[in-house]
Nanobody, 115 residues
């Protein structure tokens, strides 16, 4: 069984920073991609950042230059450094680990940015 747990969310003022952490545990091997997604109320889930294999990270236009995705060498821990946060970044942030056969999601962590 695989568990994915996010942490690091919270309340921050506009212009502030947060660092999210996501860790996969259990019987997970062959991770091919990791990603961070977010969902604001009444909106669909959207991709924030992801890293596929050894390729360069991909970012949504709304976070480019402000967010950085990184991961540990074992690929089982992934981080999202979020700087210059804006109120429109408020959402539940979830991470995803993908293998060739499966996709694993965490429950998400709330990020709230006050103006």
């Amino acid at each position: 069984q695989v568990q994915v747990v996010e942490s690091g969310g919270g309340l921050v003022q506009a212009g502030g920073s947060l660092r999210l952490t996501c860790t996969a545990s259990g019987n997970i091997t062959g991770i091919t991609a990791v990603g961070w997604y977010r969902q604001a109320p009444d909106n669909p889930r959207e991709l924030v950042a992801r890293k596929i294999g050894a390729n360069r990270p991909q970012y949504s236009d709304s976070v480019k230059g402000r967010f950085i995705i990184s991961r540990n060498d074992d690929r089982k821990t992934v981080y999202l450094q979020m700087d210059s946060l804006k109120p429109e970044d408020t959402a539940v942030y979830s991470c995803n680990f993908a293998t060739l056969r499966n996709s694993y999601w965490g429950q998400g962590t709330q990020v709230t940015v006050s103006s």
